[in-house]
């Protein structure tokens, strides 16, 4: 009896060893990060663009704004036809079609984003012989589609029947029903989602290699290479210079951050609101 | 009232809109299942040359030389294979235990916090996690965690040779911690899952709490745990970055974990933009479209498991 006790008593201690085994990870990684990047961040590091190796100073202000546009276009690509293709789960969901569309969207959420990123490659880099941070946006959208498709399926399936119905009986188009009391009343849902979207693809570093493929100068057109945050921080970090190295840890408290920021205020701000 | 012409017209302009509304999330479906199957058609189509160029010789070759024209992938596929089993045994055993004490053991106030905190670990970009792997771990590999697994379990190959710090062995272990939130997120889903009968019972015969854990409710949900444990896999196999910056990049088959290694992800990531030549860019693309098949079946089957268990889809 005693025996089966104690046994039991170690076994749900290590249980316990092991879930606080992650969150120790991730402390440790963020202390360190914070602790490097704190020494390398100032003012210029956010506003100044990247200098050659050995001159001191600089900064990734191009490679933020560029991140930025990236993302932003990624979103106007992808949030329509995500949105779209979760209210067709959502409001036509039964039969094989939907299942497959289902399994085909799970399924795109574990493709490798460097397989995307060739994807994006041969769709618009190769035809035109010219890097281009449109073709990042591409990848980025086909990186978010899984998640939007998936979270406004459930934001809007948790949207009470009656509510739909009511609106239907009242003679409302089935157009105004969806977009103006579905889809608003989903809304807290349907925002978590985009922002966890946003959250996966802003730290995607690899499909931007062969894509927006970077540059050390402004550029805010979409159509030519442009610089890219996560880019900066892996050129940098596998550089032999002790300078490049610390702007490498400075770039990544940037980056971990936004996205922390951006789960946070997904998970814990907006998503009870959605439950309730 | 409306006159009847009036409201045929309002009828009329209603529908339109309706049939426009409705062309438009048909549109968006079909859209997406299109881009799906380009982007496996775009991949086939790329990797042409290669395929016809080499055949079947492609995966088990070891030559990988641009300059005469050779591409065989089989340490490429050895290192991502090795790299991530690696991960999936050391966060199969950590996430598992870890999501029975999350759903079974932990008191509410503790657990939705450490859920929370693990499910941000998932967040940290891949970039971090390498740069956190090349400039902490992999010298602590090298000075200390390599040393004494050698001067421990030396005698198996596996531990022998001389330590880089970056190497299979290293990446096994980012790899694992970039795995753990999400093996550790679906095996909690999946053990929440079971029936409560099932625990009852069990504490009804006189099993303590950790008995019921382990030999009812975990035998119960093997099937999901194991659905979330090769999910983890197929996360692991198509990781680039992270793997690129702590694998060491040699592409050579060393029965050593600590010797430095290569994964197919890892070689598309530093030679894409440098390839030249048809066949070159061609094998280089191969490698996407086998990562592509492979992670498609990986992941295909993990979620047609967890639709048994969880019912959803």
């Known amino acids: ?276 | 009232m409306d006159q009847p012409a009036q409201r045929r017209r309002r009828y009329a302009a209603v529908a339109a809109t309706d049939r426009a509304f409705l062309f438009a999330v048909y549109a968006a479906v079909g859209l997406f299942v299109l881009l799906v199957a380009l982007l496996f058609a775009s991949l086939v189509h790329g990797s042409w040359p290669s395929l016809r160029e080499f055949g079947a010789r492609f995966l088990w070759t070891s030559q990988w030389n641009p300059v005469t024209n050779q591409f065989g992938a089989l340490p490429l596929i050895f290192g991502t294979l090795v790299s991530s089993l690696i991960a999936i045994v050391l966060a199969g055993i950590v996430g598992v235990l870890a999501a029975a004490f999350l759903a079974e053991f932990a008191p509410g106030w503790l657990a939705r916090p450490l859920s929370f905190i693990i499910e941000l670990l998932a967040a940290v970009p891949s970039v971090v996690f390498g740069l956190w792997g090349l400039f902490v771990l992999a010298p602590a590999v090298r000075s200390s965690i390599g040393p004494f697994l050698q001067k421990t379990l030396g005698f198996l190959p596996i531990f022998a040779g001389p330590i880089y710090g970056v190497g299979l062995f290293t990446a096994g272990l980012v790899l694992a911690l970039m795995i753990l939130p999400t093996v550790t997120a679906i095996s909690r889903e999946v053990i929440a899952a079971i029936a409560r009968d099932q625990r009852e019972a069990s504490m009804a015969l006189g099993a303590t709490k950790w008995e019921t854990v382990a030999s009812v409710v975990l035998p119960a949900a093997r099937v999901g745990i194991f659905g979330a444990i090769v999910l983890g896999l197929g996360r692991a196999l198509g990781e680039t970055i992270a793997t690129t910056m702590v694998i060491g990049n040699r592409p050579e088959i060393a029965a050593s974990l600590f010797a430095p290694s290569y994964t197919l992800a890892s070689l598309i990531a530093n030679e894409f933009t440098e390839a030249n030549g048809r066949i070159y860019v061609s094998a280089l693309l191969e490698l996407g479209l086998l990562l592509f098949l492979v992670s498609f079946v990986v992941n295909g089957f993990a979620r047609l498991m967890l639709y048994t268990v969880l019912r959803r889809g």
């Open chain 1, 1 to 276: 009896m005693r025996a089966r006790h104690i046994r039991s008593f170690i076994g749900t201690a290590l249980t316990a060893f092991c879930a606080s085994l992650g969150a120790v990870a991730l402390l440790l990684i963020f202390a360190y990060v914070l602790l490097q990047g704190f020494r390398a961040l100032n003012p210029a590091f956010v506003t100044q663009l990247p200098v050659p190796v050995g001159e001191s100073g600089g900064g990734v202000a191009n490679g933020i704004v560029g991140s930025a546009i990236t993302v932003a276009l990624a979103i106007v690509i992808a949030m329509p036809i995500g949105l779209l293709s979760g209210l067709f789960l959502a409001l036509f969901g039964r039969g094989w079609f939907p299942s497959v569309v289902r399994f085909l969207s799970d399924v795109l959420s574990g493709i490798p984003s460097i397989a995307i990123g060739l994807f994006a490659y041969i769709l618009f880099v190769a035809p035109f012989r010219h890097f281009s941070a449109l073709s990042a946006s591409f990848a980025f959208a086909m990186l978010m589609l899984p998640v939007i498709l998936r979270t406004s399926e459930d934001a809007v399936r948790s949207v009470p029947r009656e509510i739909r119905e009511g609106a239907l009986a009242l003679g409302m188009s089935e157009y105004a029903t969806t977009m103006r009391i579905v889809v608003p009343a989903a809304r807290s849902a349907i925002i978590t989602g985009l922002l966890l979207s946003i959250a996966r693809v802003t730290g995607e570093t690899a499909p931007l290699i062969f894509t927006a493929f970077g540059t050390p100068f402004w550029e805010l057109n979409p159509s030519n290479p442009m610089a890219q945050l996560p880019l900066q921080i892996f050129t940098y970090a596998i550089s032999a210079y002790q300078s490049w190295h610390q702007q490498a840890w400075a770039g990544a408290l940037l980056l971990i951050c936004a996205v922390f920021v951006l789960n946070v205020f997904a998970r814990l701000v907006l998503s009870p609101m959605a439950k309730r």
